[in-house]
């Protein structure tokens, strides 16, 4: 099993952008996304600590950390603190999910297609970040 923290706020990964190129179009990724699957990368990579991609078959499970706004009431704070209030904001939990996995593919596994089972939870703490927990099945 491997577990480690990305830090800082979860982010979603984006839609491939496009342009035109001459006659044909050409599809990338936008900076932010890139820039937080390196993030993930590196975390991912202090955590497997020199060990092979794990192989077979996976389950991953996140806990995507999500900061509180400052200009919240202490008691609506405290309700998303204790977990009574959730953030059915962005990012989206699925897309959060793809970038972290994609940011993981042959660092901690060989493909991300190697996950069959997935849990992602959003939830508001002190310290933004996302948990996770990656381990064979």
Avoid: C, H
């Avoid at 990368?41 to 192989?55: D, F, K, N, T, V």
């Avoid at 939830?123 to 948990?131: D, F, K, L």
């Amino acid at each position: 099993m491997i577990t480690f923290t990305v830090p800082g706020e979860p982010q979603g990964k984006g839609r491939p952008r496009a342009f035109r190129a001459g006659k044909g179009i050409r599809m990338f990724t936008p900076a932010k996304t890139e820039a937080y699957e390196q993030q993930v990368a590196s975390a991912g990579r202090e955590a497997m600590a020199g060990r092979e991609p794990l192989q077979g078959p996976l389950s991953v499970d996140l806990v995507a950390v999500v900061a509180v706004p400052q200009s919240w009431s202490k008691k609506r704070r405290a309700a998303a603190l204790d977990g009574s209030e959730l953030p059915a904001k962005k990012p989206d939990a699925d897309n959060v999910a793809k970038a972290v996995a994609d940011g993981l593919n042959g660092i901690a596994y060989r493909d991300d297609a190697q996950v069959v089972d997935l849990r992602v939870r959003k939830r508001y703490g002190e310290v933004p970040g996302v948990r996770v927990e990656i381990r064979g099945i």
